[in-house]
């Protein structure tokens, strides 16, 4: 194969289109109903009494951010519910981000590939 061929103004279409279609999609999966809040006992003495650590995990793609924290009550109440990680709010406390408010999915957005 000769440099020519690498400059082949096909082989350039080619080569753009897989490099716009790969960042225009959602390779970290942030806007797919497949996150759940789950606990994370790597911090607890950095918590505040009440409250819980929490990681927000993919099982799918097999990804995790931590350092979240939120009160027990609202962490027991979100465990096992997916959620679109673009629809996690927080604030950041010092090393520990605090869970201002996230957006459940409901059944029918969990069904549907995006």
């Known amino acids: ?5 690498l400059m082949n103004p096909w082989h350039m279409i080619v080569f753009i289109s897989l490099l716009l279609s790969h960042l225009a999609c959602d390779p970290l999966h942030k806007n797919k109903c497949e996150w ?3 606990p994370d006992t790597d911090f ?5 009494p009440g409250w819980a650590g929490l990681c927000a ?6 990804k995790e951010k931590c350092l979240f924290t939120a009160p027990i009550e609202f962490a ?3 465990f096992g519910k997916p959620f679109k990680l673009s629809d996690l709010n927080y ?7 605090e869970i201002v408010d996230v957006k459940l999915c409901d059944d ?6 995006k």
């Open 57 to 62: 995990r993919n099982l799918t793609i097999k």
């Open 1 to 5: 194969m000769n440099n020519k061929s």
């Open 44 to 48: 607890r003495e950095l918590l505040k």
């Open 36 to 38: 759940y809040l789950m």
């Open 108 to 113: 029918s957005e969990k069904n549907t590939k």
């Open 76 to 78: 027991e109440s979100a």
């Open 91 to 97: 604030k950041e406390n010092g090393y520990l981000l």
